[in-house]
């Protein structure tokens, strides 16, 4: 069974700009989570779609949006730049709920 | 969410039983306890998952005592590519949230 895919792997933008990253999860789930990676705050949750609707979302601002189509796969934008949203950024796929979260490689974004 | 608390860091030698201990004080009814392992530069990857008492798969085991206040996972005879950053999480069981502490940096030396 192929893992979960994030694609692209690396990515270096410049403040201002907006950016698109996108996940397909392992076949069969539906829950798709994103999670930012820094080592000042370490792993936090962004969002977490299921069946296409945002069921979780945590404590990002508004820059920070998703979405899931209905094949599963998910999509993360992040509008206007900045310094600070330099991360790896990590899309996990599930089952139902509370289930074994299988992690892709994740994104690692430079904003410059 | 509960919040949990693990050491920042712990030293082993290859072939020793490795025991981080994590503290969950305001657990609730429903969750449940996550160890996940992550390497550098990769996302964390899932070790074991319990309720109570003690659950082991080939990899690892996983104590929790009666109150369910604290866990300890158990790694047998490490080796050297045990060394990664070990998380402690207690699920949400609403939805796949994870929540994660700043976890046990383990270094296992020759």
């Known amino acids: 069974k192929a893992g979960v895919t994030q694609t692209p792997r690396y990515l270096i933008k410049t403040r201002g700009q907006q950016v698109t990253l996108s996940c397909s999860p392992i076949?069969?789930?539906?829950?798709v989570s994103w999670y930012q990676q820094t080592p000042g705050q370490g792993l936090q949750f962004l969002f977490e779609?299921?069946?296409?609707?945002?069921?979780n979302k945590g404590n990002f601002p508004g820059r920070f949006s998703g979405r899931q189509f209905s094949n599963s796969r998910s999509e993360m934008n992040v509008s206007t730049l900045e310094l600070g949203d330099s991360a790896l950024y990590l899309c996990?796929?599930?089952?139902?709920?509370?289930?074994?979260?299988?992690f892709g490689p994740g994104t690692r974004l430079t904003v410059l | 969410l509960a919040k949990t608390t693990q050491p920042i860091s712990m030293d082993s030698y290859e072939g020793q039983e490795v025991n981080i201990t994590c503290s969950h004080n305001?657990?609730?009814?429903?969750?449940?306890i996550t160890w996940y392992q992550q390497f550098p530069s990769q996302g964390p990857r899932f070790i074991i998952q319990?309720?109570?008492t003690k659950v082991t798969n080939e990899v690892a085991s996983l104590f929790i005592p009666a109150d369910r206040k604290s866990s300890t996972l158990s790694l047998p005879r490490v080796s050297l590519s045990d060394t990664a950053v070990y998380y402690c999480?207690?699920?949400?069981?609403?939805?796949?949230?994870?929540?994660f502490g700043g976890g046990t940096r383990l270094m296992v030396k020759p």
């Open positions: 305001n657990i609730a009814t429903n969750d449940y």
């Open positions: 076949s069969g789930h539906r829950s």
């Open positions: 996990a796929s599930g089952g139902l709920a509370g289930n074994e979260q299988f």
């Open positions: 319990g309720y109570k």
């Open positions: 779609y299921f069946s296409e609707t945002q069921r």
């Open positions: 999480l207690v699920a949400n069981n609403a939805g796949n949230m994870l929540t």
